[in-house]
């Protein structure tokens, strides 16, 4: 299933990253005589089996130091 794909694909990008990169890739990996729906799942699972991008949240964020 395709959602299964976007959702480990979500793993590793936001999904505004997902939509751009996923994008890109299908223009550049659709061959004429495919199908664009098979050409889309391979970019995902593409994507999907890439490494997980570091996500770095707020609370884990180092805040500089200021010196008086």
Do not use: Q, W, Y
């Amino acid at each position: 299933m395709r959602s299964d794909i976007v959702f480990d694909a979500l793993a590793t990008k936001n999904r505004f990253v997902l939509c751009h990169e996923a994008f890109k890739a299908v223009r550049l990996l659709h061959k004429s005589n495919t199908r664009i729906e098979d050409t889309t799942n391979d970019a995902l699972m593409r994507i999907a089996g890439a490494a997980p991008c570091l996500i770095i949240k707020p609370e884990d964020a180092v805040t500089p130091s200021v010196e008086p």
